[in-house]
């Protein structure tokens, strides 16, 4: 898992521009108010971009790379849609900003600016925590990795099977991509009974795992990846995307398609071919249609018109770290929200214990209280994302000291799989399962769920690794 690019002369001259529009944009904020939400969203970017004008090369598989995407993402292209007020004025004032004026921005912008600083600051420091350095002497066998691959994809299957029939399935009650829309009758404060059939979840994700595992063995092992070996990849690709697609969470799909990308990068091979690039063109194409059937019953709206008009919560909405988000609940501390000195995020040792098991086991995600004391909705929840939430256990000192630690730990992450001798490819798969979306799952939902979840699929990715291969002689 070594790869590196040097940082050249167009990369830091993208950076500087970077920071020259977002400097003009700022001024211009000064006289047209509205311009403060893509001034802000452009200032993120570069808060996480500015690093690169001192650094000599750069791993763009690391870490740090899934929090540039949180940001591009969540922040700076939800912002721009803002200031310009499109593609939707209505959607954008009574949705997002709450019909709050620009000034009841400026401030949040500030501490969201300063989390995203101390998160940089903490990984590209000079300061590092002790990285082990151990050698791992397995290799793929690849008869226990076909016939443990076979096995588990069922395993998959199956498990899919299971929580598309016990959370209702499809029936003219529920809708096709859109799983979140079952949940009428929830109770996101006293809800015991409530189950997300996380262990059937985990189990239909088996099905990356299998792929990473897959395309990592073949990667290794041929110098080329034959007509029916990209065949049963692309199979496995598709079944890893049939539960986000069935539960409409777009986010898994693209982070499908960068793992897949992440094999090719790690293995030394070409990245952007023309085999990936159709790929990409396949996996945007699906996240269109999840927005144009998502929520939808028996309507008679004609596709393409249905497609346009889902377009605007595809580019706005309440996810990653954005200025509009991030300001509602800043300013909903400690009334409604109360302070929670820690609360949200040990909660979530819960989380691996099926409720079956802990029948009393509360809500550990704190996207429904979010939801329902900040937004008004019943039925679905509004993740804090990593600034908001440290503001909201331990105010202005969390963001400072919460984000600096999150900080040094992804480069921790990052720097102790890097750390590991062993055959290329064996590692890789558990990295880039695991690991490598950490910095956008915590900056997209939370501390807890993003750091909890990433250790369970560490164990789970690592035991599907130690299964296909076999101890080297040396």
Request: proline letters at 6%.
């Amino acid at each position: 898992m070594h790869n590196t690019t040097p940082i050249g002369f167009y990369t830091r001259a993208a950076v500087i521009a970077l920071a020259l529009i977002t400097s003009a944009i700022g001024i211009y904020s000064v006289f047209n108010l509205n311009a403060i939400y893509a001034a802000a969203g452009l200032a993120s970017l570069l808060v996480v971009l500015f690093p690169f004008l001192f650094i000599k090369s750069y791993d763009w598989f690391s870490t740090w790379t899934s929090v540039i995407i949180v940001v591009i993402y969540g922040g700076t292209a939800p912002a721009i849609c803002m200031s310009l007020r499109w593609p939707d004025a209505v959607y954008v004032d009574e949705h997002i900003l709450l019909n709050h004026p620009p000034e009841y921005f400026v401030y949040p912008s500030l501490l969201l600016l300063l989390g995203l600083a101390f998160c940089a600051i903490g990984y590209f420091s000079r300061l590092r925590l002790p990285v082990p350095v151990f050698a791992l002497d397995r290799q793929y066998s690849l008869s226990r990795t076909y016939l443990v691959i076979g096995l588990l994809a069922i395993v998959s299957i199956g498990s899919l099977a299971l929580y598309i029939r016990f959370t209702g399935g499809q029936s003219e009650e529920t809708v096709i991509s859109g799983k979140r829309t079952v949940i009428r009758t929830l109770d996101v404060q006293n809800e015991k009974d409530f189950s997300q059939y996380g262990y059937l979840r985990q189990g239909a994700l088996l099905s990356l795992t299998c792929l990473l595992v897959l395309m990592s063995a073949w990667t290794e092992r041929f110098s080329r990846l034959s007509v029916p070996r990209i065949a049963v990849l692309s199979f496995l690709f598709l079944v890893s995307c049939a539960l986000p697609f069935y539960s409409s969470s777009r986010d898994q799909i693209v982070w499908n398609y960068w793992c897949t990308i992440g094999v090719l990068y790690y293995s030394g091979r070409p990245v952007f071919s023309g085999r990936s690039l159709a790929v990409l063109v396949g996996v945007v194409g699906v996240i269109l249609f999840i927005s144009a059937v998502r929520n939808e019953r028996s309507d008679s709206t004609p596709f393409l018109e249905k497609m346009n008009s889902k377009l605007t919560p595809l580019l706005l909405n309440r996810h990653g770290p954005n200025v509009a988000k991030t300001a509602h609940i800043l300013h909903s501390v400690p009334n409604p929200l109360g302070l929670k000195y820690g609360e949200t995020i040990y909660v979530w040792l819960l989380a691996p214990i099926p409720r079956e098991i802990l029948p009393n086991k509360p809500m550990v995600s704190p996207g429904p209280i979010i939801g329902m004391e900040v937004y008004g909705t019943k039925f679905s929840g509004v993740p804090p994302g990593l600034v908001a939430e440290m503001f909201w256990n331990f105010h202005i000192v969390g963001i400072v000291l919460g984000c600096f630690l999150f900080g040094l730990f992804l480069r921790f992450v990052y720097e102790v799989f890097r750390a590991i001798r062993t055959d290329d490819g064996v590692v890789t798969p558990v990295y880039l399962f695991a690991m490598f979306p950490l910095g956008f799952q915590v900056l997209n939902n939370c501390l807890g769920g993003g750091v909890v979840m990433a250790m369970v699929d560490m164990v789970m990715s690592g035991f599907v690794v130690l299964l296909c291969t076999v101890r080297t002689r040396r």
